[in-house]
């Protein structure tokens, strides 16, 4: 069976799995939301944009005549990979979500868990801190009612609207990270909070490893729940997912 496959992206697994796909001979399309000015180069054609909601991704499906779905999106794009599941149902499209594990606590972290943006926002609701906030420039309005902390925030490109507390300073960078710099930047800044999403994998880890090793506290803001669903752990395990459900690998 020729495979046309639809990679939901803005992850490095994501790159990674259309590298492998590419590779492989396959067929398919990657797919970003937008969110990004300049998305990472795909070795496969790119379209960029939301589809619509459930049924926009249906009739995108059926009019692509799409074969197989990858959802490598991040594991906070909760609703891109609800919407997945829903219309790959419809449609009778077999998914696959690309994951990786969250991050657990070690030794030597000390983590306070909230449920979502929100809780963290709570958490923040103290004396004016020197905070590191790590949650993408979606976010930032949503820390309005704690204007009293200095913010460092670490954006892939710069904020379309100033943030909503006066006392910031923006680092535009896209990562990864090494634990030294992250360590050496929080000295910099003299930041005695960080807030992270608990986005699992390697590329964002460094400012955890760095909070850790300087005795930090981390507001950690666990993962939203999904839907149950087939889940692959790396590019690899996608590749038999396809090889089993019939597609030709030896191209
Ligand atoms: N959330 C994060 O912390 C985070 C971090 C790094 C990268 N990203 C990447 O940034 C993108 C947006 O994240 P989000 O949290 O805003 O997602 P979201 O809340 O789950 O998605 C909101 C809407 O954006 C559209 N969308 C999301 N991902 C898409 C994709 N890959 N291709 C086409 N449309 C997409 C869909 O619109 P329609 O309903 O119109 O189809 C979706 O309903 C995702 O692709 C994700 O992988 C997110």
């Given at each position: ?33 937008g969110r990004v000015e300049r ?213």
């Amino acid at each position: 069976m020729r495979a046309n496959l639809l990679i939901l992206a803005g992850t490095t697994e994501a790159t990674a799995f259309a590298n492998a796909a590419a590779e492989a001979g396959l067929a398919g399309i990657v797919s970003f939301a937008g969110r990004v000015e300049r998305p990472k180069r795909q070795p496969l054609p790119q379209r960029i944009g939301g589809f619509g909601g459930i049924a926009g991704l249906v009739a995108y499906l059926r009019a692509e005549k799409i074969t197989h779905v990858i959802d490598a999106t991040h594991p906070f794009a909760a609703q891109m990979s609800r919407n997945a599941v829903a219309a790959c149902a419809e449609a009778d499209v077999p998914l696959v979500a690309l994951t990786r594990a969250p991050w657990a606590a070690q030794a030597g972290d000390n983590w306070t868990h909230v449920p979502d943006i929100a809780g963290a926002v709570a958490a923040l609701n103290q004396p004016a801190k020197r905070i590191m906030l790590a949650v993408g420039r979606m976010h930032l309005s949503e820390f309005a009612p704690n204007p009293q902390h200095f913010y460092l925030l670490r954006l892939v490109d710069p904020p379309k609207d100033p943030p909503p507390f006066p006392d910031h300073h923006v680092l535009v960078s896209r990562g990864p990270f090494t634990e030294a710099d992250d360590r050496a930047l929080m000295q910099d800044h003299r930041i005695d909070l960080v807030v992270s999403k608990n986005a699992g994998g390697t590329g964002a880890y460094a400012k955890i490893a760095a909070a850790r090793s300087l005795g930090l506290p981390v507001v950690m803001i666990d993962r939203p729940s999904l839907p149950e669903r087939q889940e692959a752990h790396g590019a690899a395990q996608v590749m038999d997912w396809l090889g089993h459900s019939g597609v030709d690998l030896g191209v």
